[in-house]
């Protein structure tokens, strides 16, 4: 008896091979089949796809390959995960193949039968160590979330202040549904790999290091494929991971947190661009898993899904204890002298919580020293060759690096262009901050009389493996007084002994061009007051700085009442009128040339080649531009967005475009790719 099986390969994207291919086999395959299979010259993972014909004789047969092997000690993927593979692929306008393959551990791809049995043995260890360590009594607002959660369906946003205690809602949230069915299984996602470790230490001591995997691209790949392999049988009841876990394949899986869903870095930003929040929510749906969202400063788009009754919501206004939310101080720059950095207010509002033996965070998203060195004597700047960039200043190599491309040179003696010998760093990144604080504060003695310890935390610090780990460890043990650091320590960390956080340089981003910039600044803001007074005995007198040349701007007001609804509703009011996201739908087509010509040519050619395709008239397309940074690496880069009020109506026209795309050519052209539901424009 001879099978055909439809199976897929991972296809370069945008390649006519989009779908499943035939292959033979001798006897028949379950559909989620892991398989090895000829591909031209090579061999490959596939899985074997939903059959039209599993088993067909009429199937000419010597034009069809045979599969080279199977994984039998993998059970099968299931159908659920077939579909949100599926529908993942098609939705971001990707190959099937490209997104399934995506979503298994690359180990798998080459190991051949016998290994992975071998492997699977390796991974049944000894049986699960039980919950050790004890639930914290919830607090009348954590137990009022947890009930209502637990008698709702469908998907939940936890709209909880920073330090309400949103973790133990999930972990008990996942402990009583394991009381409830032991062999279930829940997926815990986080924005990025530096808030994992506090986490899950937390979810080790509860639920026993057996059962808790991770899933994140900081792990080896043997590591990732124990932990895929763990969470595929069953083994591991929780997986938590970053935004890459959403396709965990957990056949028991029957609840999703998404923490901190507002978080950007849930958007994939390159191949298949998909946003693992809003995944997860669709694979909450196919499951029949609740979804449980959290964040203080919520997404509009999950905000407004609580307005129109889609999502619950389940509210925790207060902190842990009592605790209160740090006063907000804005700093009007316009009053300072010319050049300011730190005002003297905020300067003597840090000695004095150093004298008091309280610790400080400050923060300015910008790393290196400088993000510009240029000549005092001519027009000479830091200009990248390969981008439309400067490159930054970072003073401990002495180097100028391109934020962009890499493109890295140890800083000149003198002037390129004149021979001066006078080149001067402009402008500020934490690099240089952290040495102006030195200096400002190098007075200022801490309550037993030591000189003050300032810490940074940056991309640059945290480079080395284990080195974030370290930092944070410090911190906590309060052996720094001050940290000052870009976003990455204002999200999720929950700090003890921190007072006073300040924001330097905030402005730039209210007037930026992105619709999306004020909702960004706010969350940030609100989150970086979050670390700040979680303890309630030092809560009282914690505040929130920021340096601001718009003190009157209405976003400062409704940070100063911490009153993101009312931030919300004015923002989804200005969206409405504009028909931007929520209310409306968008895709970014953005395309990669030799030349800017070329590049927005291809897009106009392509746009004009859309007339009369499926669903046009109900998408507008705008003209191309250039993107922000214009030249990467030598590439011209442009983009185009494409509107529409229907989401259906935009997942058809694309779909119909696709083909028009991969037809049109343009001299010079390199690739091009479709954003849908871009982050940023
Ligand atoms: N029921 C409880 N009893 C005592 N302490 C608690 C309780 N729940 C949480 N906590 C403690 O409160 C602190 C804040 O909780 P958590 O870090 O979960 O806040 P969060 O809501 O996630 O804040 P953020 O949004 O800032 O990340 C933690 O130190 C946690 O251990
Ligand atoms: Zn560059």
């Given at each position: 008896m001879t099978c055909q099986l439809s199976v897929v390969v991972p296809t370069p994207a945008h390649s006519t091979l989009g779908g499943p291919l035939s292959y033979r086999s001798e006897f028949p395959l379950a559909p989620g089949t892991l398989v090895r299979?000829?591909?031209?010259?090579?061999?490959?993972?596939?899985?074997?796809?939903d059959p039209e014909a599993q088993f067909d004789n009429a199937a000419p047969e010597y034009e069809l390959k045979p599969i080279a092997g199977v994984l039998d000690g993998i059970a099968p993927l299931t159908a659920r995960w077939r579909e949100l593979v599926s529908f993942a692929a098609s939705y971001y306008q990707r190959g099937l193949g490209e997104v399934a393959l995506m979503a298994l551990p690359p180990q798998l791809r080459g190991l051949s039968a016998e290994q992975v049995a071998r492997r699977m043995k390796r991974t049944a260890g000894p049986a699960p160590a039980t919950a050790g360590q004890i639930a914290a009594a919830p607090t009348p607002e954590q137990a009022a979330a947890l009930d209502a959660f637990e008698a709702g369906t469908g998907c939940f946003l936890l709209f909880g202040a920073t330090g309400s205690g949103k973790t133990e809602v999930y972990l008990q949230a996942v402990q009583r549904l394991f009381e409830r069915e032991p062999?279930?299984?829940?997926?815990?996602?986080?924005?990025?790999?530096?808030?994992?470790?506090?986490?899950?230490?937390r979810f080790v001591a509860r639920f026993g290091a057996a059962d808790v995997v991770s899933l994140h691209s900081g792990m080896t790949h043997p590591q990732r494929l124990k932990s895929w392999l763990a969470a595929h049988s069953g083994a591991a009841r929780v997986v938590l991971g970053t935004r890459m876990a959403v396709f965990a394949s957990m056949p028991g899986l029957k609840l999703i947190v998404v923490d901190e869903e507002h978080d950007p870095s849930y958007k994939q930003q390159e191949g298949a661009r998909y946003s693992a929040r809003d995944l997860a929510v669709y694979r909450g749906r196919l499951e029949g898993a609740k979804v449980l969202l959290g964040s203080a400063t919520p997404s509009l788009e999950s905000w407004q899904a609580c307005e129109k009754g889609r999502y619950t919501r389940l509210v925790m206004p207060s902190r842990i204890g009592q605790a209160q939310l740090p006063k907000v101080r804005l700093v009007d720059m316009n009053l300072q002298p010319h050049k300011t950095v730190f005002s003297p207010q905020l300067l003597d509002a840090v000695s004095q919580r150093i004298a008091r033996g309280e610790q400080s965070l400050v923060f300015l998203n910008r790393r290196g020293y400088a993000p510009v060195l240029?000549?005092?004597a001519c027009d000479w700047k830091s200009e990248c060759p390969n981008c439309s960039a400067f490159r930054v200043f970072?003073?401990?190599?002495?180097?100028?690096?391109?934020?962009?491309?890499?493109?890295?040179e140890r800083v000149p003696r003198a002037c390129p262009l004149c021979g001066n010998v006078d080149i001067a760093p402009v402008g500020r990144g934490t690099e240089r901050l952290e040495?102006?604080?030195?200096?400002?504060?190098?007075?200022?003695?801490?309550?037993?009389?030591?000189p003050v310890r300032i810490a940074r935390m940056d991309a640059d610090t945290t480079r080395l493996k284990g080195s974030l780990e370290v930092q944070l460890a410090q911190v906590h043990a309060g052996e720094v007084d001050v940290l000052v650091g870009t976003q990455m320590i204002t999200k999720g960390h929950d700090f003890r002994r921190i007072t006073l956080v300040a924001a330097?340089?905030?402005?730039?981003?209210?007037?930026?061009?992105?619709?999306?910039?004020?909702?960004?600044?706010?969350?940030?803001?609100m989150q970086a007051a979050g670390r700040a007074g979680r303890d309630a005995i030092q809560s009282g007198s914690s505040e929130m700085w920021v340096q601001t040349f718009h003190p009157t701007h209405p976003l400062f007001a409704a940070l100063r009442q911490h009153d993101y609804p009312a931030f919300a509703a004015q923002q989804l009011?200005?969206?409405?009128?504009?028909?931007?996201?929520?209310?409306?739908?968008q895709a970014l087509v953005r395309a990669d040339a030799r030349t800017q010509e070329g590049a927005q040519a291809f897009l106009a050619a392509a746009a004009a080649a859309a007339a009369g395709i499926e669903a046009a008239d109900r998408v507008m397309l705008y003209s191309p531009v250039p993107m922000s940074v214009q030249r990467v690496a030598n590439v011209e880069r442009a983009q185009m967005l494409v509107e529409?009020?229907?989401?259906?109506?935009?997942?058809?026209?694309?779909?119909?475009?696709?083909?028009?795309?991969?037809?049109?050519?343009?001299?010079?052209?390199?690739?091009?790719?479709?954003?849908?539901?871009?982050?940023?424009?």
């Open positions: 299979v000829p591909l031209g010259r090579r061999e490959l993972l596939g899985v074997v796809w062999q279930a299984q829940a997926l815990v996602m986080v924005p990025e790999i530096n808030l994992t470790p506090q986490l899950e230490e240029a000549c005092t970072h003073k401990i190599d002495r180097t100028l690096r391109c934020h962009h491309c890499g493109f890295t040495e102006s604080l030195a200096q400002l504060l190098a007075g200022t003695r801490r309550p037993g009389g030591e330097l340089n905030a402005d730039s981003a209210l007037f930026s061009a992105d619709f999306r910039a004020p909702e960004r600044l706010f969350g940030l803001l009011k200005e969206r409405e009128q504009a028909g931007m996201p929520p209310f409306g739908f529409s009020a229907s989401r259906a109506a935009l997942q058809r026209f694309l779909a119909a475009w696709h083909p028009v795309l991969q037809a049109t050519r343009e001299k010079g052209m390199i690739r091009w790719a479709v954003d849908v539901d871009p982050l940023a424009i």
